[in-house]
Structure formats: C-alpha cells, structure tokens
C-alpha cells in the first residue's frame, strides 16, 4: 500500500537552493510548493521548482542505459555497458594513452550530493590532461582571482545582501537568475527591503534588465568594456587618496603597485571605451567611498568577456581598497557547515600546462572548453578521441557549438551520463541515465558556500530508487574501479579495497555525516575521529580537526534529518586574516599575472568596436539548456528571440516579429525579432540554452519550441587569454532582414 504526505526539500535546480513542500500520494507527486519556514529562502519558489515534478514524470527521461546501433537506440544493462565502457577505453588508451579520453562536466554535477563526491575518483581514475567542465564558459575568472588574492579557488567572496547600503551589480540578472556566486533566494524582497533600510541597488549592463527594473540607478554600459570601468572607478580612489583597506590592511600587500598600474590609465580614455559619462563614474566611485555598508559584485556578464580575469581581480580589488571586502554589508565570505576551502578541495593552481593545440593554460587541472573541439579534430600525439560527458550539454552550451557538434560526430567513443538524449548525448554510443533529483538525497556541498547566510539543509529522498536504476555516484564509482590503474604494491591495493569498501558503506550520506560531524559545526571532541585522523593517509581529517575556529553546535547527519526546514549557522562573518590561505598568509592585490595582462586592456583601447554586438540572457522560466522539456515551462510567448534596439531595426528594415538572419564568424542563424528600447543601440541579445532542432533528440516538448542556439554564432577564438574563459558576450555579428 503506497501512502502519501508533505516531503520538504530543497530545490537542486539553481544555487539560490529554496525551501520546497512537495505533496505527494501513492508515488506521484501531486503539487510543489514554497517553504516558508525555510531558514534561507522563507517562502520564495520561482517557476522552475514545479518543473522537478515535470522532470520526474517526464515520459522523454531515460530510464535504463541506451546503446547507440546502426538501426538506432537499444536498451542495454548496466553490466553489459559498463564492460563496453572498460572494453573500449581500454583499447583507446592501449592504441593513444590516457589523454586520447576527455572529460566534460556540466552545471547540474555541482547541484548534485552524489556526483560531487563521486566525480573525484571518476577523473583520478581516467587520469587525462583533457578535462573540461563548464568552470571555463562561467566562473573561472572569480576561481583564478580568489586563487590568487586570498589563496584558495573556492574562496570567493559573496554580497552580504541583507546588511548592505548600497549594492552595484555588474553583469549579472539575479531578478532573473536567482543569483549566482550569492545563495540569496527571493533576491527582489532582498532588494525591497535594501529600499526600506534607505539603501541603493545600482546595475550596470548593457541590458536594462528585470533587475535593472527595480534599480535606483542603470548604467547601459558597452559589451567587454567593464574593465576600463573598473580601472576608472579606481583611479578616482587613488587619485583622491581614500584608500580604507579597513581591518585588511595589516595583511596586504600590493597596494602601491596596484596604485601605479592604475593611473598609468587616463580616466577620460577609459569613460570613453565603456560610452559612460566619465561624470557617472566618478560620482559612483565617491559613492563607493562616502558609503560603509557597500559593494561592487560582478557575475556571469562580467565574467566572459575578452578581460573577464582582469575584470574580476580589479572587482575583487576595488571592494578591497574602499574597505568593503571582508566588512559587514559588503563582499564577504560564506562560512559552510562543509568547506571546500579547508581540507577537501585543492587550492588551485595554474598554467602548470597547456593544451595541446591552442597551448591555453589549465586551471586546477582544466583546460579551457573553448578548445575542446579542436582537441578533437586536430590530428597528432594526444588528439582526443573518446569522450566522457556528465551532466553537460556541451553542444548548446559552449562556444561555436555547430563545430562541436560536427567535432563529436567524429569521436571514436562517447558516454554521456545523463538524463536526456539530447543535442550532446545523441553523439554518445552510450548514454547511462542517472535517477531523478527525487530519487536521492540531497545537499549542497559546493553552494552553500556561496549562500548569503550560513545555513545547512539536507533532504532525504523522496521516492525509493526504482530497482534497476543507479545513482549519478554509482554510475561514476563502477567506471571509476574499471578504469583506475591498479596499485602496484600489495598495500597500495589493500588500502583501496578498504577504501572501496568504506565508501559503499557510508555512501554519500554516511560521507556527508562525517564531513558534517568534523566541520565547523561538527561535533566538538569528535573523539573516534580524532584517532581516526592520527593514522595514515587520513590527512584532511587532521587538517580539520585542528582547525582553531570550529564552533561545534553538534552538527550531524541527523540533527539535519531532524530539521526539515534547515538550520540557520548565522550571518556571514568576517573572515580574514583567519582564512587567509596564501602560502605566505598575505593577500597580495598586485599578482603579477594580472598587471602583467593589464598591457593586453591597454593595447586594444582604442581599437575600432564592432557595430553590433552579441549578448545573452537568460530567463526566469529557464534553465541553461534543459529544462525546455517542461511544457508549462516553455508555454507562452516564444522566449528564443532577438533582441534589437529600435533604431537598429529601422536601420535594417525589421518589424517586431520579423525573421532576421544573424551571422558571426562562425555561423549563422535566423531568429525572430523582438524590438525594445530596453537594449543598447548597437547590441542585441538572445538566450542560451536553445536550438533543440537538431536532428536526433529524444525532447518531444522541446524539440517544438526548439529555438536557435547563441553558441551557434558565439566565437570559439576569443577567449580571455589570462584565464581561458570563453568570450561569451560581444560576438560581433551582422544582422539583416531574412530572405523568405
Ligand atoms: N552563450 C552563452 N553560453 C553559456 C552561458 C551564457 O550565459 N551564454 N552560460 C554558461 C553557464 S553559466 C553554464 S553553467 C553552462 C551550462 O552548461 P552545461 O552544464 O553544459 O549545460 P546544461 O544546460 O546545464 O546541461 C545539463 C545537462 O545535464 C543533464 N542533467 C541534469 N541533471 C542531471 C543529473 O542530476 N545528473 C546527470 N548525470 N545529468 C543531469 C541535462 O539533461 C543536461 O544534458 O552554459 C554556459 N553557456
Ligand atoms: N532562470 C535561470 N536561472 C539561472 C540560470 C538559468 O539559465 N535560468 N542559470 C544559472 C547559472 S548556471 C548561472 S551561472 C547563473 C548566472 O547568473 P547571472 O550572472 O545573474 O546571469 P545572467 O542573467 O546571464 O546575467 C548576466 C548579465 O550580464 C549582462 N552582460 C552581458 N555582457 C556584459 C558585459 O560585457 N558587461 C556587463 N556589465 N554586463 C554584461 C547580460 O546582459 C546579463 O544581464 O544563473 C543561474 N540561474
Ligand atoms: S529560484 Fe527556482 S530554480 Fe532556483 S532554487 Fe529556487 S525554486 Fe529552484
Ligand atoms: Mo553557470
């Protein structure tokens, strides 16, 4: 007899990680609703969170491995594809070696308990140079900017939302978004209550967004530009001395270089480059100064563009110099119940090597996306032949997708673990799908450092795994022990049997428990573990429960299980110098690296701009490019259209509505025209995440509303040659009238 009932959870779809009731009966889920008592989001839900049931339901979602045939897709059984798996990699590697397979991980592996504990041993087990994920088409320069500043990758600072006076958001559409790099869900009540306290929200895009729409003040800057703005916004701090490194100053190093490579610039120049009033940028920057509670917060807009990894440093920078970074109301650092910046992630490193073609550096061990198909094609030692995606639809996602998806075709072996047969996975000869988001537990290991307020939230699953299913961290722990190299020493082997053996007992909960129990909020003697952490090989162990600033409120697995809306840690607070995690335990605001790529800025000031130039957007009822299976999601007025200033569709002949061809240097597209004032004359705009058109795809409601993809004219050549970031925004492209 089945039964019904309320199921809190949180939602895994976007890191603003909001609180769900989801009523359920006889296995089925009957409706999806907010939590208002839950401790982050309190009753905010967008959308999207009803798509979790569509998802669930969906008839398109694959349910047992698929086996690509010349007459077409057979299912298979997991034993049968995962020794296809060892077979032909196996081969692959004995013919090319290790790199000859390649790695891409999407988005949804870092909303997902499992795959992020599991991926680790994936990619140690597949040992290659060719990693690739989709850190490179997002957040990379804030990983390469925090690696450098304050020492670790993950240690990237968040907006402190709730206590700020005034908020300047660059390049980024939380209204729309739900916020990224910022767990703050219901960001416009976060907003309207910024209003109350007497506060300002400035948004500086060449949009005016659904968040410009609720700012005090809109700067329509020009694509690509916001480096010279931030270098303007910080001549006018030097140039009047009002330098406040606040609490920081005792630990930092770099200011007179940061100083002098600053107002080398000439301030007019640089207004001119963003089409600004050099008069607006001085006032933002006194502003900035006059206010204690204040902060400058770049995102994905500020992030992929030609000098994303500049731009980010001086972000980071700027808040530094004006006393807002690490201060109550500013930028500040999120302090998780599990931390990715103590004893579990690596501090990052970079340009330890290239990649072969291009010779971009890697980061962490990654290597830029943006190269990924030309690894593919280019014949030599170390071409890539073999492919594995997990949760990543590369084709849709990364730039000049058309030659990616072309560059696929030719790959001698492909598995994509993934829900879908989509644009991406329709290349695989495997495709191994996961569970549902409500077949598993959850918990945000890696967002919750990126939330506004320190909280902790774990769900149970919902629905029992239905029998002959496998969980994303099954599907990558059986690859893993097929494909790892076996230790050569005896005791190299025991301790992975033992290790092996560990991990299936705990699996991702019992892991979670014990990485909760140890953290900051643990519990406080811990005494097993502690003697756990004197042996060998159990060094992050140690490394934790030395730490000197846990505050252990008895943090456990089950105290979580016991709070079904979550348990509130507290406010952010300030971090630095404790956690300052550079060698010398000094922020140096000066790296060389990035002065050094200040002459690449200064070089191309005054190059012509294109006359047109290509942004994205994204959507509320979106998300990237999957979640476009949902109808009540897709429903309505087509979303896939472009964007046009009205004097540049008078200037070419285009009516609302009209089909326009749009061309870059690396494809074409035609899209219907959606005129408005709300764009900068001289850029328009499609989404990402579109063009299901493809021949191929198992995505019956998608494939209706099919759309184009961006990343069919986005240019797989700019890259920020500083980070390998690709250069998402400011394609120039030609727009005309289509013939029909
Ligand atoms: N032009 C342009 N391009 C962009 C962007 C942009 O702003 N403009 N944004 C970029 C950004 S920020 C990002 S993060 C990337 C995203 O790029 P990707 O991560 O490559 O793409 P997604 O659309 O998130 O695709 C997710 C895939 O994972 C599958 N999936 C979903 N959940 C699960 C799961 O739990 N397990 C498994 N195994 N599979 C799952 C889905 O079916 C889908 O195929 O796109 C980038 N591309
Ligand atoms: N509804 C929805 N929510 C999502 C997602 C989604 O697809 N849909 N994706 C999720 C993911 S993976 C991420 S990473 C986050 C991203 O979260 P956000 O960073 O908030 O993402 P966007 O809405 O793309 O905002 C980027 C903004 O940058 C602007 N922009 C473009 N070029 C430039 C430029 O040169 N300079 C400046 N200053 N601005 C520029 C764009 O017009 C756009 O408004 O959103 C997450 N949340
Ligand atoms: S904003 Fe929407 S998609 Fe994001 S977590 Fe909340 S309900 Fe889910
Ligand atoms: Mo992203």
Redesign the pocket.
């Known amino acids: 007899m089945m039964r019904g009932g309320l199921h809190h959870r949180t939602c895994c779809l976007?890191?603003?990680m909001c609180g769900i009731v989801v009523e359920h009966r006889d296995g089925a889920v009957i409706s999806i609703k907010p939590n208002r008592d839950d401790v982050l989001s309190r009753g905010h839900i967008?959308p999207?969170a009803v798509a979790l049931k569509d998802l669930h339901d969906d008839p398109d979602r694959l349910r047992k491995p698929l086996r690509r045939t010349p007459d077409g897709w057979e299912e298979i059984s997991w034993a049968a594809a995962f020794d296809e798996v060892e077979a032909r990699i196996g081969d692959i590697r004995a013919r090319h070696g290790n790199d000859a397979v390649a790695i891409y991980a999407g988005?949804p592996t870092v909303h997902n308990l499992g795959a992020m504990l599991g991926v680790g041993d994936f990619i140690r087990a597949v040992r290659t140079k060719n990693l690739y994920s989709?850190t490179s088409v997002?957040?990379l320069p804030h990983m390469v900017a925090s690696w450098a500043l304050f020492g670790h990758q993950f240690l990237m600072p968040v907006p402190d939302v709730d206590r700020t006076q005034l908020f300047v958001c660059?390049?980024?559409?939380?209204v729309?978004?739900?916020?990224?790099i910022m767990g703050a869900p219901g960001f416009e009540k976060r907003i309207d209550a910024l209003h109350a306290r007497g506060g300002r929200f400035v948004v500086?895009?060449?949009?005016r967004?659904e968040?410009a729409a609720i700012a005090d003040e809109y700067f329509g800057?020009?694509?690509?530009?916001?480096v010279y703005l931030l270098l303007a916004l910080l001549h006018e701090v030097f140039k009047r001395g009002r330098i406040d490194l606040a609490h920081l100053a005792p630990h930092v190093d770099g200011l007179e270089a940061l100083r002098q490579a600053v107002l080398g610039f000439d301030p007019q120049e640089l207004a001119a480059r963003t089409s600004l009033p050099h008069s607006r940028i001085i006032a933002l920057a006194h502003d900035l100064v006059a206010e204690p509670r204040a902060l400058v917060y770049?995102?994905?807009?500020?992030c992929?563009?030609e000098f994303g990894g500049l731009t980010l440093w001086l972000i980071y920078c700027l808040n530094a110099v004006t006393g807002h970074l690490d201060r109550e109301g500013g930028m500040m650092f999120a302090e998780p119940a599990v931390d990715l910046t103590r004893a579990y992630g690596s501090r990052g490193h970079y340009g330890k090597f290239h990649s072969r073609v291009r010779k971009l550096p890697e980061f962490s061990n990654e290597l830029p996306v943006a190269a990924l198909a030309e690894e593919i094609t280019t014949q030599g030692q170390g071409q890539v032949r073999a492919l594995f995606t997990l949760a990543g639809n590369p084709v849709l996602s990364t730039p000049n997708g058309g030659q990616l998806d072309a560059a696929l075709a030719q790959l001698e072996f492909m598995v994509s673990i993934d829900l879908y047969l989509n644009e991406s996975s329709r290349h695989a000869h495997l495709i191994l799908p996961p569970t549902s988001p409500l077949e598993r537990s959850h918990y945000d290991i890696a967002l919750s450092g990126f939330a506004v307020r320190n909280v902790a939230k774990y769900s149970p699953p919902l629905f029992a795994k239905p029998a002959g299913s496998l969980h994303d961290h099954e599907i990558l722990a059986q690859i893993a022990q097929r494909l790892r190299k076996a230790p050569g020493s005896m005791s190299g082997r025991v301790s992975l049997m033992v290790k092996d053996a560990v991990a299936r007992r705990l699996g991702p909960d019992g892991t979670l428990d014990w990485m909760l129990k140890t953290g900051r909020y643990g519990v406080p003697n811990a005494g097993t573990m502690k003697l756990l952490g004197a042996l060998p090989g159990f060094g992050a162990l140690r490394k934790l429960m030395r730490a000197t600033d846990r505050r252990p409120v008895g943090l456990t697995l089950q105290r979580l299980l016991d709070a079904p809306n979550g348990v509130d840690l507290g406010a952010l607070e300030a971090a630095f110098p404790r956690r300052i995690a550079t060698p010398n335990r000094r922020i140096d605001l000066a790296p060389a690296m990035f002065v050094a790529d200040l002459d690449r800025a200064a070089a191309v000031l005054d190059e012509p701009l294109p006359s047109l130039a290509l942004?994205?957007?994204?959507?509320?009822?979106?998300?990237?490019s999957w979640l476009h299976n949902s109808q009540r999601l897709v429903k309505g007025k087509p979303r896939c259209t472009l964007m046009l200033h009205p004097d540049d569709a008078a200037d070419r002949g285009l009516a609302d509505g009209a089909i326009a061809r749009v061309a870059s240097r690396v494809g074409t597209v035609e899209v219907a025209v959606e005129i408005t004032p709300d764009i900068q004359p001289g850029v328009v705009?499609l989404p990402?995440?579109w063009g299901h058109g493809r021949a191929g795809v198992r995505l019956g409601i998608a494939s209706a509303h099919a759309g184009v993809s961006i990343n069919d004219l986005v240019d797989e050549r700019r890259i920020d040659a500083l980070t390998g970031t690709a250069v998402l925004?400011?394609t120039p492209v030609e727009v005309v009238a289509a013939r029909r």
């Open positions: 976007c890191e603003a967008c999207k988005n989709a997002d957040q660059i390049g980024g559409n939380p729309a978004s739900a916020g990224s500086i895009d060449p949009r967004t968040s800057i020009r694509p690509g530009t916001d770049g995102r994905v807009g500020a992929t563009q942004i994205g957007r994204r959507h509320v009822r979106s998300n990237n705009s990402h995440g925004n400011g």
